[in-house]
């Protein structure tokens, strides 16, 4: 095994007092021999000079020009963060290695002079390497690439960002077969499926599986203020004091949400509790490119003493003097957690030190369970599936904006990339036939016409334009119809959906970017405002939530069951357990428990299943759908990640036949049909696969103008081509991304045999947390935290009294 170290690397690690780690020195080994290869090691290991050191050996041994490799990143930011570390060593050990980023972000000179004279390294995104295969001289410019390197893989092979990054990988693959994969991950559970995503072919035996040493356990604990915890809510926000003062005791505290309106709800009770001006800031994706990258400069200058982040700061951003990483809200997934745990004192040998916030009592079922499989070492589950057409389609089109290609030449390359292993000559050329003419029931249109099959059976773009018409356009991430957020000056803030600022008018004021701002008015676009001191809300984003991992769900069933756990909990959720065990029952792992109660005039259901908020947001449209069809006049249902509750004017006192398994082919199929769901998935896959633009030349359309669009397509095809391949593609997504049908299908194929049905006299304790989402959703703003306080109070004091 050829490990050895290049003269000038070994010196500059024996300068550091640093001896390479043995996954390095085996990465190293792995790439002398030509493997491709996975590594897997915690945060801290050295993942990220483990991938690289391959690279600065081989250029210090053979020096040269031309791009000798790739780095592919996740996040824009994570790009950054790399070029920022990995010029370090470069700078130090004098060598003449350039290295660049290549990102949306990156100015269009740069990127022309990339082209022609590109940097020994660049890092970038699969949306950007996407479109550097998209052009003529991709050949030349990737002729003697030597290896791509896929960090945090876990984030994306899964999803359609990772369909279109493994096409690219089978470009690149074609144009220099000798080309290495290398990918990085700290999170992954199943090692052998990332092997077979990452190798051509899917040939696992052609990927060398390198794993870490573990490094030092982290040092986990949940914070309960005050002793208790709330019955309901999942922000964590009534623990702001207690975080300011862990903030204020440390260096440097990361402060993760879920989600970036929960960011700037904390950042603001943060804020209202900051007594010592500590300073501190705010850091998600809506954020404007210079306020991300200008936090981004105070954090590694160790100028903040603490940061509310959302996911766009997860993966691999590393800040070493950030000593604690707070969770607001439970973590949704151990893989998460860990992710997030990592980024604190980012040393494999130290103890990464975290703090977890519940918001409720199921939260904190949930984040005990989540610290009990950190330490058991267990991962979530990835669900790895068939390649999507959307992506498939932009991406062929992508290849033809590079030059003309024979259908049986590129078949045989895209049957080389693991999602799409399965893709048949048919389905190929059905993928073929819409982008030649936007299919049957478009073919009349010249606007879709935007490949062309010549008479020597060779496939080119119809006409100039729609190149130019791709490179604008293309990209999986679909964003929601969005405005501007400007001041008076021009200077941009971020972006609000449209859907958010329809809501306001001028005088109305909202947080956003850590500042109340009034709206001095607005047009197709922007969103004028000014900084204000007046009230203010918080803003809204669309899409779906996070749900709690399947194996978290098993954990969270399992403290249920077992009373012997219980001694673990505060007080306050030990006798919650208790009185719903004397009061109703508490299901077994394999048991479905649902209770049925009066309640103030109404008849309740709730069902336990643990499956996710999404899963039960539809299951609730489905049920009050079913019992519209039995009389049963149903009035409305919530749901959160635990549990479900429906509700009507008449009594529920045969549950089994609401959840019948045919509910998925009839009442499922009719609701996602009648719904908005299937239009904004349609919305999503059209813009994807190209056939709707969302941008033109020196001109950008609107989201209203694109839902538009998308809208009078979907009609036409849904009345004059229903098995049209878009339709085929926004059921996949309407399925899977939007209602999380397959956990929902578990549920319902599983009710019948394991429901536990107990009818009660009134509310449950376990039923107080989701009952307390009614309240919620019909107290006016202005007076619902006194109403909602007192209302939530006599419903504990019902599910509570033993009698």
Request: aromatic residues 6%; glycine residues 6%.
């Amino acid at each position: 095994m050829d490990d050895r170290l290049p003269q000038p690397l070994e010196h500059w690690f024996a300068k550091r007092g640093w001896t390479p780690r043995q996954h390095q020195r085996a990465m190293l080994a792995a790439a002398r021999e030509g493997r491709h290869a996975l590594l897997v090691a915690p945060t801290g290991a050295g993942k990220t000079l483990a991938g690289f050191l391959p690279t600065l050996a081989d250029l210090v041994d053979h020096p040269g020009e031309g791009l000798h490799t790739l780095y592919v990143s996740p996040l824009k930011a994570l790009a950054v963060d790399v070029r920022r570390n990995l010029l370090t060593p470069i700078e130090e050990m004098d060598l003449p290695i350039r290295v660049e980023t290549r990102t949306g972000d990156t100015p269009s000179d740069r990127k022309a002079r990339q082209r022609a004279r590109p940097p020994h390294i660049l890092l970038t995104t699969p949306e950007s390497l996407s479109l550097l295969l998209s052009y003529p001289d991709s050949h030349l410019l990737f002729a003697n690439l030597r290896t791509v390197i896929i960090d945090e893989v876990h984030a994306f092979a899964t999803q359609k960002r990772g369909d279109l990054l493994n096409l690219s990988l089978a470009r690149l693959q074609m144009i220099h077969p000798a080309l290495r994969r290398v990918a990085l991950s700290a999170t992954v559970a199943d090692v052998d499926a990332y092997r077979a995503w990452l190798a051509p072919d899917g040939d696992i035996n052609a990927v060398t599986s390198v794993l870490g040493e573990a490094g030092a356990d982290p040092n986990v604990t949940i914070l309960i203020p005050e002793g208790r915890i709330p019955w309901s809510g999942h922000s964590g926000k009534y623990a702001a004091p207690q975080v300011m003062a862990e903030i204020a005791r440390r260096q440097t505290t990361l402060v993760f949400c879920n989600t970036r309106g929960l960011a700037e709800l904390i950042f603001q009770e943060l804020w209202s509790a900051n007594d010592d001006n500590l300073p501190i800031a705010i850091h998600h994706g809506s954020l404007s490119v210079e306020a991300r990258r200008k936090v981004e400069g105070a954090m590694a200058e160790g100028r903040l003493r603490a940061l509310v982040a959302t996911a766009s700061l997860d993966l691999g951003v590393d800040w070493g003097n950030v000593d604690c990483v707070i969770q607001m809200g439970a973590p949704k997934g151990s893989s998460r957690l860990l992710q997030r745990i990592g980024r604190a004192n980012h040393r494999l040998d130290s103890a990464s030190e975290a703090i977890v916030i519940p918001g409720n009592r199921f939260e904190y079922l949930e984040a005990r369970a989540a610290l009990d499989a950190v330490e058991a070492g267990e991962r979530d589950a990835d669900d790895f599936r068939a390649g999507s057409l959307d992506v498939l389609a932009q991406h062929v089109m992508g290849i033809a904006c590079a030059g003309p290609f024979a259908q049986d030449e590129l078949l045989s390359e895209l049957q080389s990339s693991t999602p799409y292993s399965g893709l048949t000559p048919d389905a190929f050329a059905h993928v073929l036939h819409f982008i030649e003419g936007g299919g049957y029931a478009l073919r009349a249109y010249d606007r879709f016409k935007r490949l062309t099959q010549d008479a020597d059976g060779m496939w080119r773009v119809s006409h100039p334009r729609f190149i130019q018409q791709h490179r604008m356009n293309a990209g999986i991430i679909v964003d929601q119809p969005a405005l501007a957020v400007r001041f008076n000056n021009g200077r941009k803030l971020g972006t609000v959906e449209e859907g958010f600022a329809a809501q306001l008018a001028p005088g109305d004021s909202f947080f956003f970017s850590g500042m109340a701002l009034e709206v001095v008015r607005m047009d197709s676009s922007d969103l004028f405002v000014r900084a204000t001191t007046k009230q203010a809300r918080m803003p809204s984003w669309g899409g779906s939530r996070m749900a709690m991992s399947t194996r978290l769900a098993d954990r969270v069933r399992g403290f249920l069951a077992d009373p012997g756990e219980w001694h673990r909990f505060p007080s306050d959720v030990h006798e919650w357990l208790e009185m719903q065990q004397l009061r109703s029952a508490l299901p077994h792992p394999d048991e479905l428990l649902i209770e049925t109660f009066p309640h103030e005039g109404r008849h309740y259901l709730v069902c336990y299943s643990f499956e996710g908020w999404n899963a039960h947001q539809s299951l609730g449209m489905l049920l009050t759908r079913r019992m519209e069809s039995q009389g049963l006049m149903p009035l409305g249902f919530v749901a959160n990640d635990y549990a479900l509750a429906v509700y009507g004017l008449k009594p529920i006192t045969d549950p089994k036949s609401l959840f019948s398994p045919d509910i998925l082919d009839h009442e499922f199929v009719d609701w996602v049909e009648q719904s908005s769901l299937l239009k904004r998935a349609f919305r999503d896959v059209a813009v994807i696969s190209g056939l709707i633009e969302r941008q033109h030349p020196g001109q950008r359309k609107s989201g209203r103008q694109v839902t538009f669009s998308t809208d009078l397509i979907y009609d036409v095809l849904r009345k004059y081509q229903p098995d049209h391949l878009l339709i085929k593609a926004a059921w996949a997504d309407a399925r899977a991304r939007m209602t999380d049908v397959g956990r929902l299908g578990d549920l319902i194929d599983r009710a019948a045999s394991t429901m536990l049905h107990k009818v009660l006299d009134r509310v449950s304790p376990l039923a107080v947390p989701v009952l307390i989402l009614i309240g919620r959703e019909q107290v006016a703003q202005s007076a619902a935290e006194d109403a909602l306080l007192i209302e939530a109070e006599a419903l504990v004091a019902q599910a509570m009294r033993k009698d």
